[in-house]
């Protein structure tokens, strides 16, 4: 139900984004977020935005990343520039959203994107 895209191999300073789509029965979405695992280390928080548009980032990717959102193609985006070679990991999208008017909330997990930091 969530498509992620755009991961890549680039080099340090450069730049990538990411787009993560929601598709299926979708009657309303509520935060969007993107997550990333290191090779050997647990999933982390990078970057979350409400749906009304509020952000919040890890201290780690706050000044390079910016997350934003397409409420009508219920799309998540996440820019990141000034890239390092810690920055490399697989990236996963994340939305809480009721496939129903009347269901409950559940939170999807995308398939992962790879991104490649080179030095």
């Given at each position: 139900q969530l498509q992620a895209s755009g991961g890549g191999l680039v080099q340090a300073g450069g730049s990538l984004r990411l787009?993560?789509?929601a598709s299926g029965r979708i009657f309303s979405i509520r935060d969007m977020g993107w997550y990333r695992q290191a090779p050997g280390k647990q999933r982390d928080l990078a970057a979350t935005i409400t749906s009304g548009g509020?952000?919040?980032?890890?201290?780690?990717?706050?000044?390079?990343?910016?997350?934003?959102?397409?409420?009508?193609?219920?799309?998540?985006?996440?820019?990141?520039?000034?890239?390092k070679p810690?920055?490399?990991?697989?990236?996963?999208?994340?939305?809480?959203?009721?496939?129903?008017?009347?269901?409950?909330?559940?939170?999807?997990?995308?398939?992962?994107?790879?991104?490649?930091?080179?030095?």
């Open positions: 787009s993560c789509a509020s952000t919040s980032y890890a201290d780690s990717v706050k000044g390079r990343f910016t997350i934003s959102r397409d409420n009508a193609k219920n799309t998540v985006y996440l820019e990141m520039n000034s890239l810690e920055d490399t990991a697989v990236y996963y999208c994340n939305a809480g959203l009721r496939p129903y008017a009347t269901g409950p909330w559940g939170y999807y997990w995308g398939q992962g994107t790879q991104v490649t930091v080179s030095s």
